[in-house]
């Protein structure tokens, strides 16, 4: 009788350890981990307005940084980009936007007309993809120390920079860096990490919330 | 009744009041906590600050070992400001004596007009213990920055001058100086207590 009553209240207790370990094991969810809080920052896009990381709060933002004169040395970064804003479709955000915005650290020479014909050449849509640069010092602060992208000017005009792309959600915090050309491509990870994004999103009010929070939890990490 | 039949109902109701004692007492326990805002796992610290008060020079690593709640405001602002800093005194009133343990700082988004006397009057008439922080613009732009809030002049009536929009959120960091949470602007003084006990401990 006594084993009975025991072996009853150990085996709920049991199975919600299992249950535990099975999530930390399996990791039916995967979640983006959240990394730290993305810059504010205050910058001119290439139609000359104003565009703000309150602007853009709300939506999932891809961030790259590079300077219309980059030549070769941008191609790859670009040519991901756009393979990115191509591939929107195969990911569902639900209502969430997703933007794409290229910070150019050459505040000098990359003017509104300079950005706008750039973009227009890389063929970035001017309602998903904006270009955009400021005032030196604030650009040293929101890319290097921010977003912790490396960039420095070259005695010749040129930049010497690391190519890196960084995800930031609705919340404005990082959950995505992509510092180093692996042989994975940058656009599948991308495309993946923001379909991972998308699905914790739409499942972030209720019950399903819980799920995630768990898997943060228990650092189900792609 | 028989023996039996006694023994029975003893049990089911010993059963019952045992479960009524795991619902109210056990349970919230082992119920995670659902935070007000997004938590963050960073792995750095906060952003280093430095910036002055009116009794003087303000690290973040003056507040370890306290949960340090910073928002970026200015005296001159019209609502935002205001009813975020009577929340959050509204929270201090709500952890009691636990409230020892935190630190509410702003910081000024408007260095021009904002100096750190007029921003100790400003931010103790809403709580004794609050304090007020201002450096240069190029200091406070950076931190600001880093702290990912941004703010920009908009023009105001003739009768205020100019205005200032910023980013409302209110950022805490925990005990050991690292940012955890940002909550937003409409978060409730009971969420952002409750927050700010969970980060106590």
């Known amino acids: 009788m006594r084993r009975k009553i025991i072996l009853r209240s150990v085996i709920p207790v049991a199975l919600i350890i299992l249950a535990a370990i099975g999530f930390a094991v399996f990791e039916p969810i995967q979640v983006l981990p959240r990394i730290r809080l993305a810059p504010g920052y205050l910058l001119i896009n290439q139609a000359a ?8 709060r709300g939506d999932i933002v891809v961030y790259n940084f590079g300077y219309s004169g980059c030549g070769d040395a941008c191609a790859s970064m670009n040519d991901t980009m756009r393979e990115i804003q191509g591939r929107l479709d195969e990911v569902d955000v639900g209502d ?6 290229t910070v150019s650290f050459d505040s000098d020479t990359d003017t509104p007309p300079v950005l706008a014909e750039y973009a227009a050449g890389l063929g970035a849509d001017p309602e998903l993809w904006s270009f955009a640069t400021g005032d030196p010092v604030h650009l040293q602060n ?21 190519p890196v792309f960084i995800l930031v959600d609705g919340w404005g915090v990082i959950r995505g860096e992509y510092r180093y050309q692996t042989s994975a491509s940058d656009s599948d990870k991308i495309v993946h990490h923001l379909d991972i994004l998308g699905e914790e999103i739409r499942n972030s009010h209720g019950a399903a919330s819980l799920a995630y929070e768990a898997a943060h939890f228990f650092l189900c990490y792609p | 009744m028989s023996i039996v039949g006694k023994r029975v109902a003893i049990g089911v109701a010993v059963a019952v009041i045992g479960v009524l004692i795991a619902w109210y007492f056990v349970l919230p326990r082992f119920r995670p906590h659902i935070f007000g805002g997004a938590v963050i796992q960073s792995t750095q610290k906060a952003p280093r600050l430095e910036l002055v008060s009116a009794d003087g020079t303000v690290r973040m690593t003056d507040f370890e070992g306290k949960v340090v709640v910073v928002y970026f405001g200015y005296t001159f602002c019209p609502d935002v400001c205001p009813a975020t800093l009577n929340k959050l005194a509204k929270s201090l009133a709500l952890l009691g004596d636990r409230a020892e343990d935190v630190q509410v700082m702003m910081v000024s988004v408007d260095p021009d007009r904002d100096t750190p006397e007029l921003l100790k009057d400003y931010v103790t008439h809403f709580h004794p213990d609050f304090i007020g922080v201002t450096g240069d613009e190029a200091t406070v732009n950076r931190v600001a920055t ?5 703010y920009e002049r908009a023009e105001g009536s003739v009768g205020t001058g100019y205005t200032i929009d910023h980013t409302s959120t209110v950022i805490l960091v925990d005990r050991e100086g690292y940012l955890k949470l940002v909550l937003p602007f409409e978060g409730s003084a009971e969420q952002i207590a409750a927050d700010i006990d969970y980060f106590i401990g």
Not at chain 1, 145 to 152: D, L, P, V
């Open chain 2, 146 to 150: 880093l702290y990912g809030v941004v």
């Open chain 1, 96 to 101: 969430t936007d997703v933007r794409f915005v």
């Open chain 1, 49 to 56: 307005e104003t565009i703000t990381s309150e602007d853009v």
């Open chain 1, 142 to 162: 929101v890319v290097k120390a921010g977003f912790e992208a490396y960039y420095e000017k070259r005695d010749d005009g040129t930049f010497t920079f690391d």
